[in-house]
């Protein structure tokens, strides 16, 4: 089982940016994701990245405006949230899976998860 600790969410204006972080204990693991839940609204896939090469997948929300990476060796993942709407905001969650999690066609389904971080708040103000 993977420990994963979500944090770097706050409060910003339109137009505004923040950097998540994940850490992860006692490592990254496969495929890792990134998703997000507002309140009333069911949780929603932002992006992947694969455990080796780091290709990226992006939600067409945010396609453009983020940046998913890791580093494997500090057992962290990013997520670069700029160009900041009202509409991202929500509780964003980091998620582990297995290796094959990045290839398949369910990488935007929670269920190819089995680890998750606790969330982090992302606020964006008008």
């Known amino acids: 089982q993977i420990q994963l600790v979500d944090a770097g969410g706050g409060s910003v204006q339109t137009g505004g940016s923040l950097m998540l972080s994940c850490v992860a204990s006692?490592?990254?693991?496969?495929?890792v994701a990134w998703f997000r839940q507002a309140p009333g609204k069911e949780r929603e896939w932002v992006a992947s990245?694969?455990?080796?090469?780091?290709?990226?997948f992006y939600s067409d929300s945010v396609k453009g405006r983020s940046a998913i990476s890791r580093d494997n060796a500090r057992r962290t993942a990013l997520l670069r949230l700029s160009s900041l709407k009202p509409e991202d905001t929500a509780m964003y969650y980091c998620?582990?899976?297995?290796?094959?999690?990045?290839?398949?066609?369910?990488?935007?389904?929670?269920?190819?998860?089995?680890?998750w971080g606790q969330g982090t708040q992302v606020t964006v103000s008008s």
């Open positions: 998620a582990a899976g297995s290796l094959l999690a990045c290839w398949s066609g369910s990488m935007h389904k929670a269920s190819a998860y089995e680890d």
């Open positions: 006692p490592n990254l693991g496969g495929c």
């Open positions: 990245i694969r455990p080796r090469d780091g290709t990226t």
